[in-house]
């Protein structure tokens, strides 16, 4: 397993956060590393989403937008053997705040429209077979959790879904 480096929890909006004490290389403060496939892959400490939840009060798991899980050929287009690999998407989230939620699934509480609960994750929870990436379009807005190699797309969904027992709804 590799080592991990997690820096010092403050809150941010009444929610905990990693706080590095490097100045930050961008508006974010919040950091996770590890090593993916020989690079240096630094994450936000918590992504968020809005996403329905199961009869327990955890995110449904699914192929939808809605859901927990990625849409094929949407989110991330697997090839023609049905595999998906790291760069190349995945299932949306929101680095850092809730409150960076596009409008149609932030919460009216939040000055949204959405009406779904919202999740949080800590990164760390990704495990081995998943990988944060920021949006290069939105770096500070929008990021993908994507499969951290070459794999076929039903593992990556599985892989997505065994992170349901860590996400927490955000009150």
Same mark, same amino acid.
């Given at each position: ?13 009444? +929610? $905990? /956060? ?9 508006? =974010?403060?919040? *950091? ?15 992504? @968020? !989403? ?7 009060? !955890?995110? *449904? ?12 050929? =949407?989110? /991330?287009? $697997? ?6 690999? =790291? ?12 409150? +960076?939620?596009? $409008?149609?699934?932030?919460?009216? !509480? ?6 779904? $609960? /919202? @999740? ?5 929870? +990704? ?22 190699? =070459?794999?076929? @797309? ?13 996400? *927490?709804?955000?009150?």
């Amino acid at each position: 397993m590799v080592p991990l480096t997690v820096e010092p929890l403050v809150e941010k909006n009444g +929610l $905990p /956060i990693a706080v590095s004490q490097q100045p930050p290389a961008s508006p =974010r403060v919040a *950091r996770y590393t590890r090593k993916v496939d020989g690079a240096v892959v630094t994450s936000p400490a918590r992504v @968020f !989403r809005a996403m329905r939840k199961d009869e327990s009060g !955890r995110p *449904r798991c699914g192929a939808q937008g809605s859901l927990l899980g990625a849409r094929p050929g =949407r989110d /991330i287009v $697997p090839d023609a053997s049905n595999l998906v690999d =790291r760069g190349t998407g995945g299932m949306s989230v929101t680095p850092d705040d809730p409150a +960076l939620l596009p $409008p149609h699934a932030r919460p009216q !509480r939040l000055g949204g429209l959405g009406k779904l $609960p /919202i @999740f949080g994750l800590e990164t760390d929870r +990704l495990g081995e077979a998943l990988a944060y990436r920021a949006d290069p379009a939105a770096s500070d807005r929008h990021g993908f959790v994507e499969p951290s190699g =070459r794999m076929p @797309f039903e593992a990556y969904q599985a892989a997505l879904a065994g992170t349901q027992p860590d996400w *927490r709804e955000v009150p």
